[in-house]
T-cell receptor
């Protein structure tokens, strides 16, 4: 176990649904990340939070909305998604944004119908 | 920006044989090169890393080599075991980019018993 948990592990949603992904880290880290992992493509960094402040928004469509209420929790709110948004969404954390080692959660497998 | 290419995309070896995965990077300012292993149903986990002031690093059966002049680095796994079967990702990071890891597209390694 890496100390980073994600729920749900699997999610199927229609294009008109609203859902949220949750990430929690038990490592006392100050930085948290959302990545998108699509088949046969490199991991794509979506958002970065440092001490609950967003420091990176990597040209992600507004149908993805992150929220970081405290340094241990990170959410990704989803609404009006497209089928091409189907992917594995990974959360990660690190001691801070200057730390090189990132610890990943198991991911949420999302299918948009 | 940085681009990381990884080869091969799939690799099948007999148990006990060695496996080699290669990555090339484009940005000469990159100075940190981690390797992550992703098992089925799990997030990527750091297995070894190397910095640009070192040419080789070993940890038991795994080793990483770096050629700064040619801008490529490789992961070597010796005496492969079935539990080495996973997807392996290389990444690169610039010294001035703190958290931003640029990942390769992954290599699926299958170790045949």
């Amino acid at each position: 176990e890496t100390g980073v948990t994600q729920t749900p592990r699997h999610l199927v949603m229609g294009m008109t649904n609203k859902k949220s992904l949750k990430c929690e880290q038990h490592l006392g880290h100050n930085a948290m990340y959302w990545y998108k992992q699509s088949a046969k493509k490199p991991l794509e960094l979506m958002f970065v939070y440092s001490l609950e402040e967003r420091v990176e928004n990597n040209s992600v469509p507004s149908r993805f909305s992150p929220e970081c209420p405290n340094s241990s929790h990170l959410f990704l709110h989803l609404h009006t998604l497209q089928p091409e948004d189907s992917a594995l969404y990974l959360c990660a954390s690190s001691q801070d944004t200057n730390s090189e080692t990132q610890y990943f959660g198991p991911g949420t497998r999302l299918l948009v119908l | 920006g940085e681009n990381v290419e990884q080869h091969p995309s799939t690799l099948s070896v007999q148990e006990g044989d060695s496996a080699v995965i290669k990555c090339t990077y484009s940005d000469s300012a990159s100075n940190y090169f981690p390797w992550y292993k992703q098992e089925l149903g799990k997030g990527p986990q750091l297995i070894i890393d190397i910095r640009s002031n070192v040419g080789e690093k070993k940890d038991q059966r795994i080793a990483v080599t770096l050629n700064k002049t040619a801008k490529h680095f490789s992961l070597h796994i010796t005496e492969t075991q079935p539990e080495d079967s996973a997807v392996y990702f290389c990444a690169a990071k610039r010294a001035d980019s703190s958290y931003k890891l640029i990942f390769g597209s992954g290599t699926r390694l299958l170790v045949r018993p």
